[in-house]
Each structure stands twice: as C-alpha cells, then as structure tokens.
C-alpha cells in the first residue's frame, strides 16, 4: 500500500506535503538517487547535475525520484598523507551508508551515481546486498591535460615527482605540469582503477554500455543520465535485481574486461568483495586464471599503450570492446543487463571510428598477457596480485630491503638507498595493519620516474594505485598485522619472484622461519580511534575482498 494510501502513514504524508509532493506522486514507484558527490574532489565533482537528470528522467517515466547523498574519498589527494587509510574503509562506509538507507526509505528501485575508485564497488555490494532493481551510473572520465605537445594525466604527475629527484625536472616545471595535468571534472583520465571499475559495473550488467564512457564534462551526459532514469524505471517494471543479474558469468566477465583492458590492481580486492555481498564463488586464483587467458586488447595508459579513456570513447567505448570480445568468444552470453539488451545487442550497435588504433582485438592485442597474475608462495601462502601489466613473464631475485611502513620507504627511496635489483618490502600497511591497506603511488611513482621501475620490485601487503606500474606486487596475505611471513623478512633476504611459475617465495629455511615467528611480536603503534577502530576489528583478508562483513 502506498504512503498515500495508507490510514496509519498520515504523520509520513505530512512530511512529504512539506517537500511538496502531491498524492499522485505518492502513489508512484520510489526511486532512490544516490549520489557521491563530494565537494572535495574532481572525480565526483558533477554528480549534482547528474542526480538532477537521473530524476527527471525517473518522473518522466511515472516513477517518484529521491535523492540523498553519501560520503567519497579521492585516492589521489589523499596519497602520501595519513588520509590515504581512509580511503579503502571509504568503500564500506560507502556501502554501508546506501544500505542503510534504502532499507530505511524501502525504495522500489535505486540509481548509484558513482565516480571516484572506491564509490563504484561500494555502490554494487550495497546493491546486491539491497537487491532492488538497480542501476550504476558511472560519471565519467577527466579530460586528458594537454603539455607540451602531448596528452597527460595524473599517472604523468607522480612519475615527475621522481624525475625531480634525479634532476630531470625543476620544480617550476612540476609546478606548471600540475597545472595543466588535471583540466576538470571527472575522474582520472584513463585505465586507473576508477575506470576499471566503472567498465566492470558495466560487464556486470548494472551499468549501461554506453553511458559509462561518456566523459564527465560531455553535453552528452546529461542525457544519458536522464536516460538512466527511465532504464531504472524499465529495470522496475522488469525485476531486474542485482540477485538475477550478477551471476557467475556477469562475475567472469567482468574479470575478463579487467584482463583486456589492463586493468588495476584494486580490481581483484573489490571483485572479491561484491562476490562475497552477491553471494558467488570466487577465489582469488580464478582471476589470475583469467588473466593469464585473456590479452590485452585496448591501448589505454598505463599498461595497454598512450591511449587515454577519451581516446577510447572516441574510438568506440566499452561496446566496441564488448564487439571484440565476443568475436574472440571470451564472454560468456547467457547474461542479463539491466537496460533489456544482450551483449550481441551491444556489440552489434557499437560504433567503430575508422581507422582507431585503442581497441584491437584477441588476434592483434596490445600486449599478449593480461594485466594481472595471482601468485602464492611462502611470502604469500593466501596469495597476492602482481601487476604485470602486459610484460612478458619473468624472474626477479634480489635482497630484501625492509620497511615497516610506505613513509620510511619513501625516504629511503628519496636518499638513494635503493638500487637496481632490490626488493623493497613494505609492510604493516594491510587491511587491518595500515589500517586501510593505503595505495603506494608516492613510492612507485618516483621508482618509475627514476628509471628503477623494471629493476626494481616492491611487495607489499598494502595495495597499489591504478596509476601504478613497474614490478609491483600488493595484497600480500596474510598481511604483517597478523604475522604472516612478510613481517619475518629480514634485509637481505633473498625474495624470488617468478610470475610464470606463479610464485612469491622467500629464501629463507624453515627453521630460522620458526625461530623469527617464535620471536615475532606485533610493533606498538597509535592507539586508533573511531572508524579505524572498528575497522581493524572487522575487516577480514585482502584474499577475501577485505570486506568487514
Ligand atoms: Fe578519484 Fe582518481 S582520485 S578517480
């Protein structure tokens, strides 16, 4: 029974009169609108503007818009900061916030509208676990910054950091590189993990094809978010709920887009997650199965080529990948998508500009491998991701050299103190241990820029940036905190990585291994409060998604 009809519920109508609402409107079907928008960040900085047209878009279709708000964090300025451990915690609290409200307003249908990293796997956990028909809105991609005769993004930010230490840049031209990186709304401006994910929403049927792609600061967008508004109102009228849409072979999927278009890191951490939330198997190896199947086949920074997420949609968007894909028989078809159309709906009304150079195909990919590999190990007995980013296997031996948190490993890295052949650890910077699993741009970004990011690894149980490259290796569990065996490593160590045989190990013999555990105890550190608190308390293995549920 509606609110409007409802004898008991006149106190609820009082309050709608109040907003202005008639008793027709009361009658219709609630949809509710959440935005990310934050005010601190361009990532989410048009989500306003979009919520407004997602409304009307829903009252055109007879449907009752309303709209609420949650929090985001910006990876990128929160990195290097003591902020950066809010960051992951942001996508539970995120999910948790949109649950809770649309199990208070018993909405009929829901829209997120999501940007920044970790607002888009936030966004699907709290659908699934809502189960309502739903849509994800994705906002779309920066424009890329212009300088000096070339496209950059954010990724060229933190690697001219580096070059600055080793007097490749001056600091003027950091300083006018900064102003012209980033030249407005949107989130960051390529294969990062924003992107990453908001293809995934896609692959997973939530997210329209389409719309996805549309840059932030696009006239197009709007209409496409009013649009959404009338898919959501369609999705209603069909059942379409985040239970019968992600499935198993939404899930595969979404790891295969992950795989072909190289990319991030966090991609598995929260794949993971809404497996767990939508109630499917994964385990962390399928992905790397995945990926060591799939090449990659967009030419998109940082790990497929040059190409920018602009380029893409000039080239044909996530449609025509989708187009690629099945012709290499990839994915897997018996999928529901939430605007009513098959993937060979989608694929046949892609729209190929001629002669593109972003998207190729299974037989002419950018790069061979996919852009991720999974490998356990004695460092690593639950597992850990390696980004390998289209490189050919490969072997790296070194010594350790050991840092309990990202900050000492920056300054080691700005004194000098580490050379080609090394293996950086970095731990104590895990879910329970950072807390919050913090992102190591302002270490791989200087790496990088100092030409040490092939001769160099770093292993680490935090996690990476999509911005990242080089030989990186994150999500090391059982993480530090809990005595895995990364917070036995000594310097000098021998670390022995070998992507093709799978394999993180730590050359040390068993024995001395006992004596360090036996001896092992957890460093102090200061007393959490708050969130952090019950954090550290609740959150589970990154091999699990590190979820708190
Ligand atoms: Fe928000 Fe990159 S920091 S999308």
Excluded at 33 to 60: D, F, K, Q, Y
Excluded at 167 to 183: E, S, T, V
Excluded at 283 to 292: L, M, N, Q, S
Excluded at 526 to 548: F, H, I, P, W
Aim: glycine letters at 12%; a negative charge.
């Amino acid at each position: 029974m509606s609110i409007a009809d409802d004898p008991d519920r006149a106190p609820a109508r009082s309050h709608l009169y109040a907003m202005g609402m008639s008793e027709e409107e009361m009658r219709r079907p609630v949809v509710g609108i959440a935005s990310t928008w934050t005010g601190t960040m361009p990532c989410n900085l048009t989500h306003r503007e979009l919520a407004a047209e997602v409304a009307a878009g829903v009252r055109a279709a007879g449907g009752l818009p309303m709209e609420f708000n949650t929090i985001a964090v910006s990876d990128n300025l929160t990195m290097h900061t003591p902020g950066m451990r809010a960051s992951l915690i942001s996508r539970e609290v995120i999910a948790d916030s949109i649950e809770l409200m649309g199990r208070a307003h018993q909405f009929d249908a829901l829209v997120a509208i999501v940007g920044c990293d970790k607002t888009v796997p936030a966004a699907i956990m709290a659908l699934a676990r809502l189960d309502v028909p739903s849509v994800v809105l994705y906002s779309g991609s920066m424009m890329p910054g212009r300088w000096r005769g070339r496209d950059v993004t954010i990724q060229d930010m933190w690697e001219a950091l580096g070059e600055r230490e080793v007097g490749r840049m001056d600091q003027a031209d950091l300083d006018d590189l900064a102003r012209h990186a980033c030249p407005g709304a949107g989130t960051c401006a390529a294969q990062y993990t924003a992107n990453t994910m908001g293809t995934v929403a896609e692959f997973l049927g939530l997210a329209p094809f389409g719309i996805g792609d549309i840059p932030a600061v696009a006239g197009e967008k709007n209409a496409a978010a009013r649009r959404v508004g009338e898919i959501a109102m369609r999705a209603l009228a069909a059942d379409a709920r985040p239970s019968r849409v992600l499935t198993e072979d939404a899930l595969h999927n979404a790891i295969v887009s992950v795989a072909a278009m190289g990319g991030s890191t966090n991609a598995v951490l929260h794949l993971l997650a809404i497996a767990r939330e939508a109630g499917l198997p994964l385990e962390i190896d399928r992905i790397g199965e995945v990926c060591r199947e799939v090449p990659i086949i967009t030419g998109l920074k940082p790990s497929g080529g040059d190409a920018t997420a602009l380029d893409l949609w000039k080239a044909g968007g996530t449609s025509l990948v989708v187009r690629r894909l099945l012709e290499a028989g990839l994915l897997r078809e018996s999928v529901t998508l939430v605007d009513g159309r098959s993937l060979a709906d989608v694929a046949a009304q892609a729209q190929e500009t001629p002669g593109q150079k972003v998207v190729g195909s299974a037989d002419e990919p950018f790069k061979r491998r996919g852009a991720l590999a999974i490998l356990r190990g004695s460092l690593a007995p639950d597992g850990c991701v390696l980004k390998l980013g289209g490189k050919d296997d490969f072997r790296h031996e070194g010594p350790a050299k050991v840092f309990d948190s990202e900050a000492d490993c920056y300054v080691a890295i700005q004194e000098g103190r580490i050379v080609a052949g090394d293996v950086i650890v970095v731990r104590y910077e895990g879910p329970a241990g950072g807390p919050g699993m913090r992102e190591m741009l302002s270490i791989t970004g200087p790496l990088v820029g100092r030409g040490l990011g092939t001769s160099v690894a770093l292993v680490t149980d935090g996690r990476f940036s999509g911005v990242s490259h080089g030989l990186v290796i994150g999500h090391v569990a059982p993480e530090a905190y809990h005595g895995g065996p990364i917070a036995l490593v000594r310097d000098g160590d021998t670390v022995v990585i070998d992507s093709a045989a799978g394999t993180l190990d730590l050359l040390v013999p068993e024995a001395e291994l006992a004596e360090r555990r036996a001896a092992w105890v957890r460093p102090e550190r200061e007393v959490e409060r708050g969130v952090l608190t019950k954090y550290v308390a609740t959150v589970g293995s990154a091999s699990d998604g590190a979820v708190t549920a």
